[in-house]
């Protein structure tokens, strides 16, 4: 297997999961042994389908596992060179790790402002109303909405929890399915955002997606995971001109195939080595 | 009909409505952030009060000093009272957490009953004059004193949590605990801090309340008192605790004054909240400020 750190910048990984199970209230388990790296300033991302465990692998990384009971029984997680697999959630986002949940999960009876002020909780300085100003400059349309955050529609609240990320000035962003419920258009339009703010504030980015298409066009390196495991991984190039990765995540690849019901059986008896 | 009565009771009224309203925003505050139902709330009152008048008479401190020590000691108390009693109920059934909440009131009216005896006890005169005349009524300073004080702490309240990051981080945990975390806020100090707040605002009611009517167990009636208040305005509105809390005020004043005049049954003054209460269920179980979710279409 390459490594993403190989890849792309050997001096820097910001993040390294080293083989971690996690098992849920003591007997569910879901990964089995999953490796990441992510190095500085990139954008790595993590596809797969429903249920594979990416969702569980960003909560194992933000601490927000015990909320839901469950506890990483193997390996170990570290970022900036620091063990994480033990630390509370809090202690994790003043470290500099910011997690944006699936959903957006802003919060709805609090205005656009107030949900900006709530990401810079953990910080302690007067520069807070720059900063604002700063998550209005990447979206411009959220500085009208002066009303309540649950009328906004889904793309501004993507939009706002995105930004309510940046409030954190975190150094690197966990990213859960930004395109999730948003229209192609919205889709594209967010990451472009989330392009530009790895380019502008070199903030590197961990991207959960089942949009595969546009995450793979956006990151620099991505990983494939099926039941708990990593299954591929390589650089947008290598994985772009994977005929596996075509064929299930991208669409279309080969030509044979054409007949969805042979593709399905197809699917069935394949298995990734 | 008589015009002055009527006049200072609804004085009367507005001025109890407001502690109503200060009782029932600790209510509120603690069933947002924890969803817990206190019903030792009217305890945190009879406490506080106690504590006042042992600084005062046993200690011979002078008021204010007193009862800044009394808030002190109140804010701490909340927060241990969380920390050693209710954190290991987080997570277990709601029901088993209300039987402990009853339990504590049980404990600290007994408990205080035991310190301070049964006899009711008188505050010392803390202000010159026995009543003030405003527009005609004379009115206790003390209860003057309540309603500064009352219309601080909700002005407090309200700069608290809507530009502190705390209040803030509060009003975020009560909306989406796991969201909140994921934020970095620590859900354990925010329910910590709920207590300590909702213990310290509370005793500043029952240190008030003390000072006009004697201390004795009936302080602890307030706690009661403030269900109709709190369901009245929504169960999980501040806003509505104030606005239920006058309207309870002024009605069981009124519902005193047309018995005491025409209907002569007796005891209105204490039933009729209840009778609100259960006309309130009936018809608008969610009060009239209880927050329906938004649904974005």
Partial sequence: MSNAAEVINPEEVVLSINNIEVVYDDVIQVLRGVSIDVPKGSIVTLLGPNGAGKSTTLKSISGLLKTENGEVTKGDISFLGKRIDNANAAEIVSSGLFQVMEGRRIIEDMTVVENLRLGAYTRSDNQINQDIDMVFSYFPRLKERTGLAGYLSGGEQQMLAIGRALMARPKMICLDEPSMGLSPLLVKEVFGIIEKINREQGITMLLVEQNANYALKAAHYGYIMESGKIVLDGTREQLLNNEDVKEFYLGGGNEERKSFKNLKSYKRRKRWL | ?297
């Avoid at chain 2, 502690?19 to 600790?26: D, F, I, K, R």
């Avoid at chain 2, 009560?174 to 806020?185: P, R, T």
């Avoid at chain 2, 929504?234 to 009605?251: H, K, P, R």
Wanted: glycine share 10%; aromatic share 14%; net charge negative.
């Fill in chain 2, 1 to 297: 009909m008589n015009t002055d009565l009527l006049l200072q009771l609804i004085t009367n009224g507005l001025i109890v409505g407001l502690l109503y309203g200060v009782v029932g925003m600790c209510f509120v505050l603690v069933y947002k952030s924890t969803q817990i139902v206190n019903f030792a709330q009217g305890e945190f009152l009879l406490l506080g009060a106690w504590v006042c008048w042992a600084f005062l008479v046993y200690m011979q401190i002078p008021f204010f000093l007193g009862f800044i020590f009394t808030m002190i000691f109140m804010a701490i108390f909340g927060v241990l009272l969380q920390l050693i009693v209710l954190r290991p109920m987080i997570g277990e059934p709601i029901i088993s957490v209300i039987m402990v909440t009853i339990g504590l009131s049980i404990f600290f009216q007994a408990l205080t009953k035991w310190i301070f005896g049964v006899a009711p006890q008188s505050y010392p005169k803390v202000f010159e004059a026995d009543s003030v005349n405003i527009l005609g009524m004379s009115i206790e300073p003390a209860y003057l004193m309540s309603m500064v004080i009352a219309v601080l702490i909700m002005i407090g309240f309200y700069l608290f949590f809507k530009h502190s990051k705390h209040g803030l981080a509060m009003r975020a945990t009560a909306f989406d605990q796991q969201a909140a975390q994921s934020l970095g806020i620590s859900v354990k100090q925010v329910f910590a801090m709920s207590w300590g707040i909702a213990a310290t605002v509370s005793a500043t009611a029952g240190v008030v309340m003390g000072m006009v009517n004697g201390v004795s167990d009936s302080l602890s009636v307030m706690g009661i008192k403030v269900f109709p208040a709190v369901i009245l305005g929504g169960l999980d509105s501040i806003v509505g605790a104030i606005v239920g809390g006058l309207t309870i005020g002024v009605l069981e004043n009124l519902a005193e004054f047309f018995d005491s005049q025409f209907l002569h049954i007796g005891n209105m003054y204490d039933i009729a909240p209840f009778y609100v209460l259960l006309i309130i269920l009936w018809f608008k179980p969610y009060g009239l400020f209880g927050t329906k979710d938004i649904e974005r279409i």
